[in-house]
Structures are given as structure tokens and as C-alpha cells.
């Protein structure tokens, strides 16, 4: 069983839209959660960092966490063309070990 | 957020060649780097853990003598490829945390003519 999940994608949504994206976790002792952004041809960039049970906002991204059924997910509100990537969601467990999702790609329909 | 550079950020070599990739940690100290890998199109590939002051841990099926890993202080660690050949042309991506976080490089498109 992996430890991150992820659909894989494509999502496409039209600009505006509100694109949800998921990620469950194999592990509860999984402690922080993490949503990185990779544009095509570059390096993951971290976006979002949560820790505890609930919403967390920044700007047009919320992130939410579920730790008793084990998902994660991110929301982006107003989406843009800009928002186009592909996702990555990351968890930390005990022991500093991180792992990762192997992302869903997002389109935004201008 | 922490900043983590590589150098070069392009190279192309020849085919038998080696290549040093540099990856620091420019505001934080990193006891420990990871080296991933990444295809066209495909998810990233952790390829080893870099330990300040000790061997590096490779991920299976990394070849630990074509890929060196030097973790020499806090805030460096180099991947060397030896002998280079086209199967190594791609996109190297340094990785570092600091307490809490992970953070990348901007890797490094490596392509092998």
C-alpha cells in the first residue's frame, strides 16, 4: 500500500471554478501535510503546509485536513490558467521521513 | 520559505563524461539533502539521501558508483554522474528540510549527447 495517494488526473476546470484536489495517507501517526505546486519543465514549490485537523486559508488556496479518515485536500478558488501544474501532496511521519504523492495535473480552461 | 539553489541549472556533456551537480542550502542548515530524478511526464524519483559527514543511502536500483554523493558541510552536497550516457539525460532536483518542511532546488536538466 502506498504510503500518498493521489488521483492522477487530468482535472481540467474552467476558469473561475473552485479545483478540489485529494490526497489520502496510509499512516495515522502521519504528523504534518504538505501541497507543493510543479509547473511543467520546473522544481516542486510549496504552497501549503497544515498540521491539525480542519481548514487552513491562504489567498485563494485552502488547504483541509481530515485526520481521522485520512485525507487531505486543497481547494483553489477563482481558479486561473496560471494555476495550471501538476500537484504534489506530501505527508511527514515520526522520524522526519516525508513522502510523496506522485500528483494530479490541473488544467484550467481559460 | 527556505531557499535551496543548484548549480548549473542546464549542462550538456558528452556521452563517457562526468557531471558535478551543487545543491545548497542558502539560509538554513540541512543535515540532510535528497538527490531525486525526474522524466518527461513522470513522477519524481528519490534517488538518494544525502548525510552531512557520512555515506550517502541510495533508494534501490540506483547505481551507487555511477551516482557520488558528497554531503561535505551543512549547507553543500554535490551528485556526481560518472560516465554519463543519454539514459542519464534528465531533470536532477535537489531536496533539502529544515525542521518541519522540505523545500527543492530549482534542479538541474542534465542531457547527454
Known amino acids: 500500500q502506498k504510503e500518498v495517494e493521489q488521483n492522477s488526473g487530468p482535472l481540467s476546470v474552467p476558469e473561475g471554478a473552485i479545483a478540489s484536489l485529494n490526497c489520502t495517507y496510509s499512516?495515522?501517526?502521519?504528523?504534518?501535510f504538505f501541497w507543493y505546486r510543479q509547473y511543467s519543465g520546473k522544481s516542486p514549490e510549496l504552497i501549503m503546509s497544515?498540521?491539525?485537523?480542519g481548514d487552513k486559508e491562504d489567498g485563494r488556496f485552502t488547504a483541509q485536513l481530515n485526520k481521522a479518515s485520512q485525507y487531505v485536500s486543497l481547494l483553489i478558488r477563482d481558479s486561473q490558467p496560471s494555476d495550471s501544474a501538476t500537484y504534489l501532496c506530501?505527508?511527514?511521519?515520526?522520524?522526519?521521513?516525508?513522502?510523496f504523492g506522485t500528483g494530479t495535473s490541473l488544467t484550467v480552461i481559460p | 520559505g527556505a531557499v535551496v539553489s543548484q548549480h548549473p541549472s542546464r549542462v550538456i556533456c558528452k556521452s563517457g563524461t562526468s557531471v558535478k551537480i551543487e545543491c545548497r542550502s542558502l539560509?538554513?542548515?540541512?543535515?540532510?539533502m535528497f538527490w531525486y530524478r525526474q522524466f518527461p511526464k513522470q513522477s519524481l524519483m528519490l534517488m538518494a539521501t544525502s548525510n552531512e559527514g557520512s555515506k550517502a543511502t541510495y533508494e534501490q536500483g540506483v547505481e551507487k558508483d555511477k551516482f557520488l554523493i558528497n554531503h561535505a558541510s551543512l549547507t553543500l552536497s554535490t551528485l556526481t554522474v560518472t560516465s554519463a550516457h543519454p539514459e542519464d539525460s534528465s531533470f536532477y532536483i535537489c531536496?533539502?528540510?529544515?525542521?518541519?518542511?522540505?523545500?527543492f532546488g530549482p534542479g538541474t536538466r542534465l542531457t547527454v549527447t
Open positions: 497544515i498540521y491539525s485537523n
Open positions: 499512516d495515522r501517526v502521519s504528523q504534518s
Open positions: 531536496s533539502a528540510r529544515t525542521l518541519y518542511e522540505q523545500y
Open positions: 539560509d538554513f542548515q540541512a543535515t540532510t
Open positions: 506530501a505527508v511527514n511521519k515520526p522520524g522526519n521521513q516525508f513522502y
